[in-house]
Every structure is written in C-alpha cells, then in structure tokens.
C-alpha cells in the first residue's frame, strides 16, 4: 500500500521568510514518481513538480526547490523569499507502479504580508 | 482552452436526488480520472479511464457511484439518491497515458457538490 504524510497541517510565514514543506512517503515499488500540487482559493490543482525514484539530484526553480531523499523517504519543498500570492494549500503525491496518485492530506501555507 | 473543464462549477442539490458532473480533457489526452475532496482533506481517487480499456472502479465509495467515457472524450460522474456525506469538491483530471514519461495529470476547477 502506497502512503503520504503531510505532517505540517498549517503552516504561517511572514513575507520573504524561507518556508519548508515536508512530505514523506511509503511504497513497496521500485520505481515510482513524486509530485508537487498547488491548490490556490480558486481551487484548481497546479503542477509543480514531478521527479522519478531514480533521480534524486535537488531541483531548483526560480524561489522553489525540493529536496529528494530516498534514504529517509522524503520530497520536501522549500519556497525561498515567500510571497503572499504563495499561499495555497500544497499537496504531495505518489504514483507508484501503476497509475492512481495517492495524495497526501494538504499542507495550508499563509503567507502575511 | 487548453486546459481541462468541468461542469458545473457548483451544484446544490436535495437529499435522495441524483446528479450528473461532467468533464472535458485536454486533447490527445487518453487518460481521465476522478477524485473527490472533502473539506480539508487531500484527494481520493474514485476511478480511471484510459482509452478503450476496461475502467479501474475500485476507488468508488458505492454503487450509487457510476462513470462513463466515450471513446477518449467527456466523462460524467453520476452519483444516484445523493448523500449529505457525499458533498465534496469532485476533481477531474486527465493525462498522457500513464506509461509515457509526461504522465503528469493535469486537473479541472472542480464541480463543488453540496447536498443538503
């Protein structure tokens, strides 16, 4: 059975504070994807990032990194400089080896001006 | 558009009614899914599509739940004799086939479903 831990229910900043997401997960597979959503008030889901098990070189995209450790079961994401329009509701996901995302239950990031 | 759309964005309905919610994918995409969100919760996965083959239900709370496709085009979700546990926010979503290496999903807004 595949799982994903949220462990940070809410989490509040104040503008251009740094800001870590954490995420951990559990999988039989060998081979298997992790993705990060954002969810603004809008409501729809945005791709943010999606990196295969075979591949744990850190990302960096503008203000977001993310940080893949397969000895520790994690995909955290760091937001750098946080920004008001960051704030959302940010889900992390699994895809093992077959197709169903198993997402985990949401981080809530505000961000004050 | 581009992008996946759903309809309708809101839906009220009473207790006991049955209700249809509809998606349309992104173009070439032959893969759909369904998912439902209840108020803070993350996403449950409710079923599957990909092209012709036989879908993947086994995420369906009920059978008062069905889906249908056409070929790879709209789907409707059809949930009968409504529950007020049923309200939820229903979120479509569709992609390349699972298999390619984009196999990013890409999500609808989402039918909000309140049942009263």
């Known amino acids: 059975a595949q799982k994903v831990t949220q462990a940070q229910t809410e989490i509040s900043v104040v503008e251009k504070e740094d800001v870590t997401l954490d995420c951990v997960y559990e999988t039989r597979d060998t081979t298997y994807y992790l993705f990060w959503y954002k969810q603004p008030p809008s409501g729809e889901l945005v791709f943010l990032i999606r990196r295969n098990s075979f591949d744990e070189q850190n990302e960096i995209s503008g203000r977001y990194s993310w940080n893949f450790q397969k000895s520790t079961s994690s995909f955290n994401f760091t937001i750098t400089a946080s920004q008001v329009v960051d704030s959302a509701v940010y889900f992390c996901?699994?895809?093992?080896?077959?197709?169903?995302?198993?997402f985990g239950k949401g981080t809530l990031l505000t961000v004050n001006p | 558009g581009a992008g996946v759309s759903q309809s309708p964005s809101n839906k009220v309905t009473e207790k006991g009614k049955d209700v249809e919610l509809r998606c349309d994918p992104i173009s070439g995409h032959t893969a759909l899914y369904w998912y439902r969100q209840r108020l803070g919760q993350g996403l449950e996965f409710l079923i599957y599509f990909q092209g012709n083959s036989a879908p993947d239900k086994s995420g369906l709370p009920s059978d008062r739940f069905s889906a249908e496709r056409t070929g790879e085009s709209v789907s409707t979700l059809t949930i009968q004799r409504t529950q007020q546990e049923d309200s939820a926010v229903y979120l479509c979503?569709?992609?390349?086939?699972?298999?390619?290496?984009?196999?990013?999903?890409?999500f609808g807004p989402g039918t909000r479903l309140t049942v009263l």
């Open positions: 996901a699994l895809r093992g080896s077959n197709y169903k995302l198993t």
């Open positions: 979503a569709s992609s390349l086939a699972p298999r390619s290496p984009s196999n990013e999903q890409f």
